[in-house]
């Protein structure tokens, strides 16, 4: 049985995580820690379902106070046990019409999507050391891909495109720090997800994006520690074309 925090699991893709760990077997997932600021009717249903395996956890990713005291609620519901799985899933989007020149929410934007990541995985890295898999999924997105820069050209949010370059290196220097320690830590590009973020224009349910998300955290190994993984979806076609198809991204 395997241990899973999933940040920002109120809605979108978290929510979609959620549901699916919460769907897997008993022998195959046991604790699923469901961490947001605060509880919704979606999240709750999903509690009240589970049988005791999905916990809610209070967090405020951007509080390294907040992740020092979420990280100690799960300490004590997982006893001696370690956490087996990070998803840091929590993120906000930018929106600026007009050029970067227009920017002003840089700041705010980091703070969430890049900041928390840091402080989240600061403070569960003991926990993570006492796991059997010790592995981390970063979600990051191609938007973030200073090599696929000109895809999303069309994009105006340049305050996400550069938290989601900050959160590429960020998964980067974790790696590189815990080489030897048996980790496997990745950054995720969850596809086009029809969330609040990605609108109904979205390819993908979140649901569907957890999966192909899931599928690339659980097959990976340490070797792929470091790399940016594009979510596998190998039966999704779009436009006849198998775009997720669990390959590794360039940064």
Same mark, same amino acid.
């Given at each position: 049985m395997s241990s899973f925090l999933i940040t920002g699991s109120s809605r979108g893709i978290g929510l979609g995580y959620v549901? =699916? =760990?919460?769907s897997k077997s008993a022998s195959e997932v046991g604790k699923?820690? /469901?961490?947001a600021r605060a509880e919704n /009717? /979606? =999240? $709750?249903q999903i509690i009240s379902e589970s049988a005791g395996r999905v916990e809610f956890v209070p967090l405020e990713v951007t509080s390294e106070t907040s992740a020092k005291e979420a990280a100690q609620c799960v300490e004590l519901s997982l006893g001696s046990k370690g956490l087996d799985v990070l998803i840091n899933n929590a993120g906000i989007p930018s929106q600026t019409e007009g050029g970067?020149? #227009?920017? +002003?929410? =840089? +700041?705010e934007v980091l703070n969430v999507n890049v900041f928390g990541v840091h402080n989240v995985t600061r403070a569960f890295l003991p926990l993570l050391r006492k796991g059997h898999l010790k592995k981390i999924g970063n979600i990051s997105s191609s938007l973030g891909s200073m090599a696929l820069s000109a895809m999303g050209k069309f994009q105006p949010t340049p305050a996400y495109k550069v938290s989601k370059a /900050?959160? #590429?290196?960020l998964t980067v220097q974790w790696a590189e720090s815990l080489e030897n320690d048996g980790f496997t830590i990745l950054a995720l590009c969850p596809g086009w997800v029809k969330t609040d973020m990605g609108t109904e224009a979205g390819y993908l349910t979140p649901e569907e994006s957890a999966t192909g998300g899931l599928d690339v955290i659980s097959r990976s190994t340490p070797a792929d520690?470091? $790399?940016f993984f594009v979510i596998n979806l190998p039966d999704k076609e779009i436009g006849g074309q198998k775009i997720y198809d669990g390959s590794v991204r360039p940064y």
């Amino acid at each position: 049985m395997s241990s899973f925090l999933i940040t920002g699991s109120s809605r979108g893709i978290g929510l979609g995580y959620v549901k =699916l =760990l919460a769907s897997k077997s008993a022998s195959e997932v046991g604790k699923v820690f /469901a961490a947001a600021r605060a509880e919704n /009717a /979606a =999240l $709750k249903q999903i509690i009240s379902e589970s049988a005791g395996r999905v916990e809610f956890v209070p967090l405020e990713v951007t509080s390294e106070t907040s992740a020092k005291e979420a990280a100690q609620c799960v300490e004590l519901s997982l006893g001696s046990k370690g956490l087996d799985v990070l998803i840091n899933n929590a993120g906000i989007p930018s929106q600026t019409e007009g050029g970067i020149e #227009n920017m +002003t929410d =840089l +700041t705010e934007v980091l703070n969430v999507n890049v900041f928390g990541v840091h402080n989240v995985t600061r403070a569960f890295l003991p926990l993570l050391r006492k796991g059997h898999l010790k592995k981390i999924g970063n979600i990051s997105s191609s938007l973030g891909s200073m090599a696929l820069s000109a895809m999303g050209k069309f994009q105006p949010t340049p305050a996400y495109k550069v938290s989601k370059a /900050a959160v #590429n290196m960020l998964t980067v220097q974790w790696a590189e720090s815990l080489e030897n320690d048996g980790f496997t830590i990745l950054a995720l590009c969850p596809g086009w997800v029809k969330t609040d973020m990605g609108t109904e224009a979205g390819y993908l349910t979140p649901e569907e994006s957890a999966t192909g998300g899931l599928d690339v955290i659980s097959r990976s190994t340490p070797a792929d520690s470091g $790399k940016f993984f594009v979510i596998n979806l190998p039966d999704k076609e779009i436009g006849g074309q198998k775009i997720y198809d669990g390959s590794v991204r360039p940064y």
